[in-house]
């Protein structure tokens, strides 16, 4: 009689064949499929002919893998939660927990494969269960581990828990670290929860996982520079909005997040002065410069118009240290020049999303520019290399235009600039309500800017005056007033289209008068 060590060693072996003759390279234009049904049936047959419910456990694992490489993921969860009732019988048994570990972790990816977080989230949770219940420092626990809290992030991003998927990302990069294996993307995964931690204003930590992404050597420089970019502007931003603050409230951290020889800094260069804020800007802009001179238009549009707003803000954000209004002007004139060049060549059907991002920015400036004019008294002709108030109108028409149907493929990179007003509201979502409510918005206001005289100024208010009936009418129709904000901004438009007849009335009776 075979006693049972021999067995195992046995039923190893048979399992190993089995796998290397499902997975055998097969010849070109023949399909591996095949391989892998003979395998489920070679296994299959396995079963049966054992007796030994742990061996029968390790050949029910194995099915159920083979299932899910022929996509056949039911048949699959059948086999692991057989498996897995097989092992909870023999939960005592030395031995059992690795197996266990990998039916939780295997039935938890089938549920991530099938986007149900919420049936995935239990088994993870188990996986780890095992885990503490069991002595550390075994290499194959330790990966499994890994692979539990790595699935556990994927559970949490696909709730939209950022918070909770930023732990268990942390948890997982940590415990493959401890491996002394980090997967490849391991530097990548880093970047991304520096990322969280950008969103979150923990600068400190944003700034660590950045330099440990580039210590372990395998992120792309790249990648690493348009976090560094966004780190720029963020720390530029929230600097702008605390520099009345003494000392700016960033949340409290202990920024070696990993067992690396990377010291932490001191502390964050946070900008009180002008000075201060153009070193800022300076770093920021390098790093910019080197995503958009990699990420070119032509090659990689999205990435490039993405940093090319990125940037945009960059210049925004320098401008609220700028006492000067002159100096405002020219650095805001700066935006317009970085932004202008990319409309006309980017495909609207394929990058609306992107386009749309360049010329409400577009419009924002040159409206921020007349704006400014304003306050120094002077008007449009004093800013080159055009008039902001009509630049303002033209792309916020073109910003609302995108959101037209495309007639035909050669009007693809051609955006009307008709005026959009004459158009019935399109079918919005709720983000893009407020953006559409202010192009709007800001098209009325500029045409009541516009210098002109005797009828045609009459003409620019019945524009503005159009403008705002049709801002209200489109909002109370299609439902856009559920945000404050959004309520707020289109109240203050129907007030303006009270006021404005009078005073279109008044000019035409001077008119008339004369």
């Avoid at 070109?28 to 070679?42: E, T, V, Y």
């Avoid at 580039?214 to 600097?239: C, D, F, W």
């Avoid at 577009?362 to 108030?389: F, H, I, Q, W, Y």
Wanted: net charge neutral; hydrophobic share 35%.
């Amino acid at each position: 009689m075979t006693s049972l060590p021999n067995r195992s060693v046995q039923v190893e072996q048979e399992l190993g064949r089995i796998r290397e003759e499902a997975f055998r390279p097969v010849a070109p234009g023949r399909n591996i499929h095949g391989n892998l049904l003979r395998g489920q049936q070679a296994l299959l047959q396995l079963d049966q002919s054992l007796s030994d419910p742990l061996q029968r456990a390790r050949v029910r694992l194995a099915l159920g893998k083979l299932y899910v490489e022929t996509q056949q993921l039911g048949k699959a969860m059948e086999w692991f939660a057989s498996c897995e009732e097989l092992l909870l019988r023999l939960s005592r048994q030395p031995g059992t927990q690795s197996y266990l570990m990998q039916a939780y972790n295997l039935q938890g990816d089938v549920w991530i494969s099938r986007e149900d977080p919420h049936k995935a989230e239990p088994f993870y949770k188990s996986a780890l269960e095992c885990y503490e219940s069991t002595a550390k420092g075994d290499p194959l626990m330790e990966e499994l581990h890994a692979e539990a809290l790595a699935g556990l992030e994927q559970v949490y991003t696909a709730m939209h828990d950022e918070d909770e998927a930023a732990y268990y990302l942390h948890r997982s990069l940590q415990a493959q670290l401890a491996l002394k294996k980090p997967e490849p993307d391991w530097a990548a995964q880093v970047l991304r929860l520096g990322c969280h931690h950008l969103k979150r204003d923990r600068f400190v930590e944003a700034e660590y996982c950045c330099r440990a992404a580039a210590h372990v050597g395998t992120a792309n420089p790249l990648e690493i520079a348009v976090h560094r970019s966004r780190y720029y502007l963020k720390l530029l931003k929230y600097s702008r909005q605390t520099k009345d603050d003494p000392t700016p409230s960033v949340p409290a951290s202990s920024a070696a997040l990993f067992d690396l020889p990377i010291p932490c800094v001191a502390a964050i260069p946070f900008a009180k002065s002008l000075p201060s804020a153009e070193l800022i800007f300076e770093r920021g802009a390098e790093e910019f410069k080197r995503v958009l001179d990699s990420h070119t238009l032509h090659r990689s549009p999205h990435e490039h118009l993405e940093a090319l707003v990125d940037f945009s803000q960059l210049h925004n954000q320098l401008s609220y240290f700028q006492p000067g209004l002159a100096d405002q002007i020219r650095t805001h004139d700066r935006r317009r020049c970085l932004l202008r060049p990319v409309v006309g060549q980017v495909n609207v059907q394929v990058y609306t999303g992107h386009l749309r991002s360049v010329l409400y920015e577009l419009g924002e400036v040159c409206t921020r520019m007349s704006d400014l004019l304003v306050d120094l008294g002077k008007t449009d002709s004093s800013a080159a290399p055009g008039p902001p108030t009509q630049d303002a109108i033209k792309y916020f028409n073109m910003y609302l235009n995108t959101f037209l149907p495309v007639q035909s493929e050669a009007e693809a990179c051609h955006i009307p600039q008709t005026d959009s007003s004459q158009y019935t509201c399109p079918t919005l979502d709720s983000q893009q309500h407020s953006p559409w409510v202010m192009a709007n918005m800001y098209i009325a206001k500029m045409w009541t800017r516009l210098p002109a005289s005797g009828q045609t100024e009459v003409d620019n208010l019945l524009k503005a005056y159009q403008r705002y009936r049709y801002l209200v009418a489109s909002a109370e129709a299609n439902d856009m007033l559920s945000a404050p904000q959004t309520q707020m901004h289109v109240l203050m438009c129907s007030q303006l289209a009270e006021v404005l007849p009078a005073r279109i009335h008044t000019l035409q009776a001077k008119l008339k008068g004369k």
